[in-house]
């Protein structure tokens, strides 16, 4: 009987190359195969190279072995039509975690033809989750929304939370606790779940939950709702026994909140802490309010560079001060500097 013939060391490499095409997969098991067989030193070499080359090529395939996908979630109130670069996915909400790492644009058409539609831009990054939300008002300037996206550091150990905001320089609080404005970056917050909460004037409060990772920037784009306006109740006609219609005598008033008079006290005289009004876009003034809160009662208005006297009440975004002799109320800490 014949002896099988022995296979030549390089017609093995070329096994294995053929093999490899069929199993890419088992790559790390071939490159260990090659090594560990009864192969000279030379033949060894020849085999890896080949190994890596095949690599090579099919890494520029459609199949990335060793490549994470990005998701991304969209989600809207009330539901919109869902648009990412140009092709159409169906309806809000939309869930997906089979996209490429990379800019996308999304645009969102609402169901309701009166509303209108709303586009954004934002990156989404390999190994983990955007958020895209879209709450729709009648008007561009009564709606709100949010992205929350992922960038990497260089260093994999540190954290940051970048916020950008439309309008700019917005009061933030992280877990209820005040930290200053959106134009600065929050580093060293610790990794896992937080809470993020922004106050502006004229505006509706938002709060936002979201989870901090090692390694990356969260990236915190917010848009926020202009505050309703509460229109002034008009009075009602008054029926008489007879059965004639008489109106209320009393007209409707406004309330009209003027400026208090400009001071001439310099802030030597004044006792640290107190509250200094920055300037405002507001006609140089600023509102004070009952309580702190946008939505609270006007109390009065002060002058962009008079000075007051505060009191600390632990209100993200606000300061506390004594506008009147025996009268306190709230201003915005966004046109307000504490001195102590």
Same mark, same amino acid.
């Given at each position: 009987?014949?002896?099988?013939?022995?296979?030549?060391?390089?017609?093995?490499?070329?096994?294995? %190359? #053929?093999?490899?095409?069929?199993?890419?997969?088992?790559?790390?098991?071939?490159?260990?195969?090659?090594?560990?067989?009864?192969? /000279?030193?030379?033949?060894?070499?020849?085999?890896?190279?080949?190994?890596?080359?095949?690599?090579?090529?099919?890494?520029?395939?459609?199949? /990335?072995?060793?490549?994470?996908?990005?998701?991304?979630?969209?989600?809207?109130?009330?539901? @919109?039509? *869902?648009?990412?670069?140009?092709?159409? /996915?169906?309806?809000?909400?939309?869930?997906?975690?089979?996209?490429?790492?990379?800019?996308?644009?999304?645009?969102?058409?609402?169901? &309701?033809?009166?509303?209108?539609?709303?586009?954004?831009?934002?990156?989404?990054?390999?190994?983990?989750?955007?958020?895209?939300?879209?709450?729709?008002?009648?008007?561009?300037?009564?709606?709100?929304?949010?992205?929350?996206?992922?960038? !990497?550091?260089?260093? +994999?150990?540190?954290?940051?939370?970048?916020?950008?905001?439309?309008?700019?320089?917005?009061?933030?609080?992280?877990?209820?606790?005040?930290?200053?404005?959106? /134009?600065?970056?929050?580093?060293?917050?610790? @990794?896992?779940?937080?809470?993020?909460?922004?106050?502006?004037?004229?505006?509706? &409060?938002?709060?936002?939950?979201?989870?901090?990772? @090692?390694?990356?920037?969260?990236?915190?784009?917010?848009?926020?709702?202009? #505050?309703?306006?509460?229109?002034?109740?008009?009075?009602?006609?008054?029926?008489?026994?007879?059965?004639?219609?008489?109106?209320?005598?009393?007209?409707?008033? !406004?309330?009209?909140?003027?400026?208090?008079? !400009?001071?001439?006290?310099?802030?030597?005289? =004044? *006792? !640290?802490?107190?509250?200094?009004?920055?300037?405002?876009? =507001?006609?140089?003034?600023?509102?004070?309010? #009952?309580?702190?809160?946008?939505?609270?009662?006007?109390?009065?208005?002060?002058?962009?560079?008079?000075?007051?006297?505060? +009191?600390?009440?632990?209100? %993200?975004?606000?300061?506390?001060?004594?506008?009147?002799?025996?009268?306190?109320?709230?201003?915005?800490?966004?046109? %307000? +500097?504490?001195?102590?």
């Amino acid at each position: 009987m014949r002896p099988e013939r022995e296979s030549h060391p390089r017609m093995a490499v070329l096994q294995t %190359a #053929a093999f490899l095409l069929r199993h890419p997969a088992n790559c790390f098991h071939i490159l260990a195969s090659i090594w560990y067989t009864k192969l /000279n030193m030379r033949t060894r070499l020849i085999g890896i190279i080949c190994l890596l080359i095949f690599s090579a090529f099919l890494s520029g395939c459609s199949l /990335n072995i060793f490549g994470k996908k990005s998701g991304v979630q969209i989600t809207s109130n009330p539901q @919109a039509e *869902v648009t990412v670069n140009g092709q159409s /996915n169906g309806k809000t909400p939309y869930y997906t975690e089979s996209l490429k790492s990379g800019e996308y644009t999304i645009r969102l058409t609402p169901i &309701d033809p009166e509303l209108q539609p709303w586009e954004t831009k934002t990156t989404l990054s390999a190994g983990h989750l955007t958020i895209v939300d879209r709450q729709f008002g009648k008007t561009q300037d009564q709606s709100s929304s949010f992205t929350l996206s992922f960038e !990497k550091l260089s260093n +994999k150990n540190s954290t940051e939370v970048s916020i950008i905001s439309n309008p700019s320089n917005v009061s933030v609080a992280v877990d209820k606790a005040p930290i200053g404005f959106s /134009n600065r970056p929050i580093e060293n917050i610790s @990794a896992g779940d937080h809470s993020f909460d922004f106050v502006a004037p004229g505006y509706q &409060d938002k709060r936002i939950q979201a989870r901090v990772y @090692a390694g990356m920037r969260l990236v915190i784009n917010i848009t926020m709702a202009a #505050a309703p306006i509460v229109p002034t109740p008009t009075p009602t006609p008054l029926a008489t026994p007879s059965g004639t219609l008489t109106a209320t005598p009393t007209p409707t008033t !406004k309330t009209v909140i003027t400026p208090l008079p !400009k001071q001439s006290t310099s802030s030597a005289l =004044l *006792v !640290k802490p107190y509250v200094e009004i920055l300037p405002t876009p =507001l006609n140089n003034t600023l509102r004070v309010r #009952a309580e702190a809160s946008v939505g609270a009662d006007e109390v009065a208005k002060v002058n962009t560079g008079d000075k007051f006297p505060y +009191k600390d009440m632990e209100t %993200a975004g606000w300061y506390y001060i004594e506008y009147l002799k025996d009268q306190w109320g709230y201003v915005s800490s966004q046109y %307000a +500097k504490l001195v102590k």
